[in-house]
């Protein structure tokens, strides 16, 4: 079974533009959530997405948003862009049943802000 | 200014050592935690995981303790080799309320594993 996928994995964009990242989780899988990952503050929270309503928001600036698809792909968009977003973003999918709740990470797009 | 970033603990043993990583978590509603390990250029990969009505479980050469009374969770890597070499974060939630898909992440441990 393939693993969640991510795109793109390198990205690099200038402070004030926007930027949409894609996850498509493992196949079966109806949560998604996203993580920022920067050497300064570690992994954190971004939000969550199961059956297309978001259900758990970090605590982000309203510039980060997402959305997910009725086949559960899930996207990410970052408006106005600044150099701090710079950053690995990360997608999980979790299959979410009783006997599970493991989220399973995707490679990762690597965001550079110039 | 300058950014500081995270000064993460390291650890490093001799291939073929036993290797514990300690992690403390914060949340006492936490009932579900997980261990991660983390190479270079690669997304955190699931290692095990344990629930809060146990204290111990055990996989394929790694062991995970919980300790809810001090809020401790440890990670033993048996027979450390080479290819252990990473990244390890632990990882918090709590399944119910409002916390739904929200994994709650530690700072992370540098596991080196010298041959």
């Known amino acids: 079974k393939a693993g969640v996928t991510q795109t793109p994995r390198y990205l690099i964009k200038t402070r004030g533009q926007q930027v949409t990242l894609s996850c498509s989780p493992i196949?079966?899988?109806?949560?998604v959530s996203w993580y920022q990952q920067t050497p300064g503050q570690g992994l954190q929270f971004l939000f969550e997405?199961?059956?297309?309503?978001?259900?758990n928001k970090g605590n982000f600036p309203g510039r980060f948003s997402g959305r997910q698809f009725s086949n559960s792909r899930s996207e990410m968009n970052v408006s106005t862009l600044e150099l701090g977003d710079s950053a690995l973003y990360l997608c999980a999918s979790n299959l979410e049943v009783p006997s599970t709740d493991t989220q399973y990470f995707g490679p990762g797009t690597r965001l550079t802000v110039l | 200014g300058e950014s500081v970033g995270l000064h993460l603990p390291t650890l490093s043993v001799q291939e073929g050592d036993n290797s514990i990583i300690n992690c403390a978590y914060s949340n006492s509603a936490s009932d579900y935690f997980i261990w991660y390990k983390q190479e270079s250029g690669k997304g955190p990969q699931f290692i095990i995981d344990i629930r809060s009505n146990m204290d111990k479980r055990q996989g394929q050469r790694v062991t995970v303790l919980l300790n809810k009374t001090v809020k401790h969770l440890s990670l033993q890597i048996a027979a450390t080799q080479p290819g252990d070499s990473a990244v390890y974060f632990c990882a918090e939630t709590s399944r119910g309320g409002t916390s739904y898909g929200k994994l709650t992440f530690g700072q992370g441990t540098i596991l080196t594993v010298h041959p």
């Open positions: 997405y199961f059956s297309e309503t978001q259900r």
């Open positions: 196949s079966g899988h109806r949560s």
